[in-house]
C-alpha cells in the first residue's frame, strides 16, 4: 500500500521532523493537535490540522478514539504517532487495523512483547541475551527475599515505567518497604499499572543503545547511541556513535540487538537499550523502544538515512532495501535537548511565549524544533523545545563544533537549559568521552556549576 495522506497523532518538534520527511516523499499530512496546539509552527506547516480536544493530554494526543476519529475523517491513509503519548500503544494499533489504516510502527503482538518490561525480559532470554539480575516482587517478603539473593543497591522498577517514573534507587533494606510503597502508587498514577520489579543497580554504569531496523524478515543495525547524560532518568545528551567502547563490547552489542531483533520477527524501527558495566566490561539488556526515539538524528547524521522515512516504507509493506554491510558510518555526532526549564531552582518547567530564538546555522549543524519568536510554550506537555545536533569528522571535532554553537545559541522569554549544556560541554571528563550516568548528577549535588535562570 502507498500512503498518500498520513495523519500525526502527536505535536512539537517530532510532528514538524515528521511533516518533512513527508514532504520530501510526496506525503501530505494532517496534524492531530490539541487546542494549545492550533497555531503552532507545526500547525502552520501541515497540509491540514484536525483539532481533537482540549489541552489535557488524557483528552486529546492520549484519547485514542479520537486519533483516529480524526484519521477517519480526513480520510488518512495511515498514523504516525512519534515517540511519547500512543506511539507504544498496542490499542492505537489494535484500533488503527480495524479502521482499515496503517499503524507507522510494528505489529500489535510486538508491541505487547516489548511494551511489558517483564515480557520484554522473557524475550532477551529466549534470545540469549544477558540480562540484569532480578525479577517482579508481589510484596516487602517477595522483594526481600530477591534483594538478599541479588545483593544490595538494587533499582525499584515501575513494570509500566518509562522517563524515569517509578524507578528508585534503594541501598539497603532498611529503606526497601518504604521505597517500593512510593514507587508502587507512584506507577499506578502514571501507568495505571501498579506492578514493580527489581534489578541490581549497577554503580558505574553506561547507557548504549543500538538503532535496529526490521521488516518482519531481515533485521539490520545501524549502530550505538550513547545515552548515559541523564538528569533523573531523562536524557539530555546523546551521541553517536558511542564513544570509548572496546570493538568486542561494541560488536557484541550490536549482534544482541540484530538477534532480539531477529527473535521479535521485528517491524520497524526501534531500539535496544544496554546497560554497560564499565567495571566488569561486559552489558545488559535493558529494554526496547518500538518507535522513534528523540536522538534518531545522531544515528541519521552518521549514516545518511532518513529513518522516519525507512519507517514510513516499512508500513508500506516494502522490503529494507538495505543489507547490513550497505550500512557506512561517518564522523561523529552529538545531540543536546533543549529544555524550557529553570536550572537554577531545581528545573522547574517553564512556559511562558518565547520573545527570541537564535539558533546558529552551518556545515554540521542542524536544529530539530518547533519554536520561533512569538511560540507559545504550553504548561501542559513536556518541556522539550528543541533539539541542537552537531556532526564532525571525528568526536573531537564534533565537541568543539558542539561547543561554539551553544556559545552563540540564545532563547529568550522563557528560561532553558542552554547553561547546563554549556557546562556539560566543558567538563574535561565530558570532552575525554566515556562518563557513566552518574555524571550529570554527581556534578549537579556538588553545585560544581553556576547556572542561571535565564540565557541572554
Given at each position: 500500500?502507498?500512503?498518500?495522506?498520513?495523519?500525526?497523532a502527536?505535536?512539537?518538534?517530532?510532528?514538524l521532523?515528521?511533516?518533512?520527511t513527508?514532504?520530501k516523499?510526496?506525503?501530505?499530512?494532517?496534524?492531530?493537535?490539541?487546542?494549545?496546539?492550533?497555531?503552532?509552527?507545526?500547525?502552520?506547516?501541515?497540509?491540514?490540522?484536525?483539532?481533537?480536544?482540549p489541552?489535557?493530554?488524557?483528552?486529546?494526543?492520549?484519547?485514542?478514539?479520537?486519533?483516529?476519529?480524526?484519521?477517519?475523517?480526513?480520510?488518512?491513509?495511515?498514523i504516525?504517532?512519534?515517540?511519547?503519548?500512543?506511539?507504544?500503544?498496542?490499542?492505537?494499533?489494535s484500533?488503527c487495523?480495524?479502521?482499515?489504516?496503517?499503524?507507522?510502527?510494528?505489529?500489535?503482538n510486538?508491541?505487547?512483547?516489548?511494551?511489558d518490561?517483564?515480557?520484554?525480559?522473557?524475550?532477551?532470554v529466549?534470545?540469549?541475551?544477558?540480562i540484569?539480575?532480578g525479577?517482579?516482587?508481589?510484596?516487602t517478603?517477595?522483594?526481600?527475599?530477591?534483594?538478599?539473593?541479588?545483593?544490595?543497591?538494587?533499582?525499584?522498577?515501575?513494570?509500566?515505567?518509562g522517563?524515569?517514573?517509578?524507578?528508585?534507587?534503594?541501598?539497603?533494606?532498611?529503606?526497601?518497604?518504604?521505597?517500593?510503597?512510593?514507587?508502587q502508587?507512584?506507577?499506578?498514577?502514571?501507568?495505571?499499572?501498579?506492578?514493580l520489579?527489581?534489578?541490581?543497580?549497577?554503580?558505574?554504569?553506561?547507557?548504549?543503545?543500538?538503532?535496529?531496523?526490521?521488516?518482519?524478515?531481515?533485521?539490520?543495525?545501524?549502530?550505538?547511541?550513547?545515552?548515559s547524560?541523564?538528569?533523573?532518568?531523562?536524557?539530555?545528551?546523546?551521541?553517536?556513535?558511542a564513544?570509548?567502547?572496546?570493538?568486542?563490547?561494541?560488536?557484541?552489542?550490536?549482534?544482541?540487538?540484530?538477534?532480539?531483533?531477529?527473535?521479535?520477527?521485528?517491524?520497524?524501527?526501534g531500539?535496544?537499550e544496554?546497560?554497560?558495566?564499565?567495571?566488569?566490561?561486559?552489558?545488559?539488556?535493558?529494554?526496547?523502544?518500538?518507535?522513534?526515539?528523540?536522538?534518531?538524528?545522531?544515528?541519521?547524521?552518521?549514516?545518511?538515512?532518513?529513518?522516519?522515512?525507512?519507517?514510513?516504507r516499512?508500513?508500506?509493506?516494502?522490503?529494507?532495501?538495505?543489507?547490513?554491510?550497505?550500512?557506512?558510518?561517518?564522523?561523529?555526532?552529538?545531540?543536546?535537548?533543549?529544555?524550557?526549564?529553570?536550572?537554577?531552582?531545581?528545573?522547574?518547567?517553564?512556559?511562558?511565549?518565547?520573545?527570541?530564538?537564535?539558533?546558529?546555522?552551518?556545515?554540521?549543524?542542524?536544529?530539530?524544533?518547533?519554536?520561533?519568536s512569538?511560540?507559545?510554550?504550553?504548561?501542559?506537555?513536556?518541556?522539550?523545545?528543541?533539539?541542537?545536533?552537531?556532526?564532525?569528522?571525528?568526536?573531537?571535532?564534533?565537541?568543539?563544533?558542539?561547543?561554539?554553537?551553544?556559545?552563540?545559541?540564545?532563547?529568550?522569554?522563557?528560561?532553558?537549559?542552554?547553561?547546563?549544556?554549556?557546562?556539560?560541554l566543558?567538563?574535561?571528563?565530558?570532552?575525554?568521552?566515556?562518563?557513566?550516568?552518574?555524571?550529570?548528577?554527581?556534578?549537579?549535588?556538588?553545585?560544581?556549576?553556576?547556572?542561571?535562570?535565564?540565557?541572554?
Amino acid at each position: 500500500m502507498t500512503i498518500h495522506r498520513l495523519l500525526i497523532a502527536n505535536r512539537g518538534e517530532i510532528a514538524l521532523r515528521i511533516i518533512r520527511t513527508c514532504q520530501k516523499m510526496g506525503i501530505k499530512t494532517v496534524l492531530a493537535a490539541s487546542d494549545a496546539d492550533m497555531v503552532s509552527v507545526p500547525a502552520q506547516l501541515a497540509n491540514q490540522v484536525v483539532n481533537i480536544g482540549p489541552p489535557s493530554s488524557l483528552q486529546s494526543y492520549l484519547n485514542i478514539d479520537k486519533v483516529v476519529q480524526a484519521a477517519v475523517q480526513c480520510s488518512a491513509d495511515a498514523i504516525h504517532p512519534g515517540y511519547g503519548f500512543l506511539s507504544e500503544n498496542a490499542g492505537l494499533a489494535s484500533a488503527c487495523e480495524k479502521a482499515g489504516i496503517l499503524f507507522i510502527g510494528p505489529t500489535i503482538n510486538q508491541l505487547n512483547a516489548i511494551g511489558d518490561k517483564l515480557k520484554a525480559r522473557d524475550n532477551a532470554v529466549a534470545a540469549c541475551l544477558p540480562i540484569v539480575p532480578g525479577g517482579p516482587v508481589s510484596d516487602t517478603n517477595s522483594a526481600e527475599t530477591l534483594a538478599s539473593d541479588i545483593g544490595f543497591p538494587v533499582l525499584v522498577k515501575a513494570v509500566g515505567g518509562g522517563g524515569g517514573r517509578g524507578m528508585q534507587i534503594v541501598h539497603d533494606a532498611t529503606s526497601l518497604a518504604s521505597t517500593l510503597s512510593l514507587a508502587q502508587a507512584e506507577a499506578e498514577n502514571a501507568f495505571n499499572d501498579k506492578r514493580l520489579y527489581l534489578e541490581t543497580y549497577v554503580t558505574s554504569g553506561r547507557h548504549v543503545e543500538v538503532q535496529i531496523l526490521g521488516d518482519g524478515n531481515t533485521v539490520i543495525h545501524l549502530g550505538t547511541r550513547d545515552c548515559s547524560i541523564q538528569r533523573r532518568y531523562q536524557k539530555l545528551v546523546e551521541e553517536a556513535p558511542a564513544p570509548e567502547l572496546s570493538t568486542a563490547l561494541r560488536d557484541a552489542m550490536e549482534t544482541a540487538a540484530v538477534d532480539f531483533g531477529k527473535h521479535l520477527a521485528y517491524r520497524g524501527a526501534g531500539t535496544v537499550e544496554f546497560l554497560v558495566d564499565t567495571n566488569k566490561e561486559t552489558f545488559y539488556f535493558l529494554e526496547m523502544n518500538a518507535r522513534i526515539q528523540v536522538e534518531h538524528p545522531v544515528t541519521e547524521a552518521i549514516t545518511g538515512l532518513d529513518l522516519v522515512a525507512q519507517q514510513i516504507r516499512i508500513a508500506e509493506g516494502r522490503p529494507l532495501g538495505i543489507n547490513q554491510e550497505d550500512v557506512t558510518f561517518h564522523g561523529h555526532a552529538i545531540e543536546c535537548r533543549l529544555n524550557a526549564e529553570d536550572c537554577s531552582n531545581d528545573f522547574l518547567p517553564c512556559p511562558g511565549t518565547i520573545t527570541q530564538a537564535i539558533f546558529p546555522a552551518g556545515p554540521g549543524i542542524r536544529i530539530d524544533t518547533h519554536i520561533e519568536s512569538g511560540s507559545i510554550v504550553p504548561p501542559y506537555y513536556d518541556s522539550l523545545l528543541g533539539k541542537l545536533i552537531v556532526w564532525g569528522e571525528d568526536r573531537q571535532e564534533a565537541v568543539k563544533q558542539l561547543q561554539s554553537t551553544l556559545a552563540r545559541c540564545q532563547i529568550e522569554g522563557v528560561a532553558s537549559n542552554v547553561m547546563l549544556h554549556r557546562a556539560i560541554l566543558n567538563e574535561p571528563a565530558f570532552v575525554k568521552g566515556g562518563v557513566d550516568t552518574g555524571f550529570l548528577p554527581s556534578h549537579l549535588a556538588a553545585g560544581d556549576w553556576k547556572l542561571e535562570a535565564k540565557n541572554g
